[in-house]
C-alpha cells in the first residue's frame, strides 16, 4: 500500500486488460491513491531501440558472458542465453505479464 501510494503514473500499451487495473489495485489496498495511467503506442518491449541492444551486446562480448553469469547468484531465465536477452527479459516482465 505504501509503495502503491507514492506511484505517480504507470505507463502500458493499449491493450485492454491493461485498463482499469489501477481501480482493481487501488480497491485491492484498501487505498483511494490511483495513479495515473499513461498509455504508449507501442508495446514496452518495443521501447528497447536497436541503438541500446546494440550497446549492451557490445559491453557483454567485451567483459564476456562467463565472467558477467559468474557474479550473479541466480540465472534470470533458461529461456535466454544472453545477458541482453535476460536483461531484456526481466524488464519487460515488469511490465508485462505476457514475459513472464
Not at 487505498?31 to 514496452?44: A, E, G
Request: charged share 20%; proline share 3%.
Amino acid at each position: 500500500k505504501d509503495i502503491q501510494e507514492k506511484v505517480t503514473f504507470k505507463v502500458t500499451d493499449g491493450v485492454s486488460h491493461n485498463f482499469g487495473i489501477e481501480e482493481l489495485v487501488a480497491l485491492e489496498l484498501g487505498t483511494d491513491h490511483i495513479p495515473d495511467h499513461l498509455l504508449c503506442h507501442t508495446h514496452p518491449v518495443l521501447m528497447f531501440n536497436r541503438e541500446l541492444i546494440n550497446l549492451f551486446a557490445a559491453i557483454e562480448q567485451s567483459i564476456g558472458s562467463e565472467k558477467i553469469f559468474s557474479k550473479c547468484l541466480v540465472t534470470a531465465t533458461n529461456q535466454h542465453n544472453s545477458i541482453t536477452e535476460q536483461f531484456i527479459h526481466c524488464v519487460t516482465s515488469l511490465f508485462s505479464p505476457d514475459f513472464n
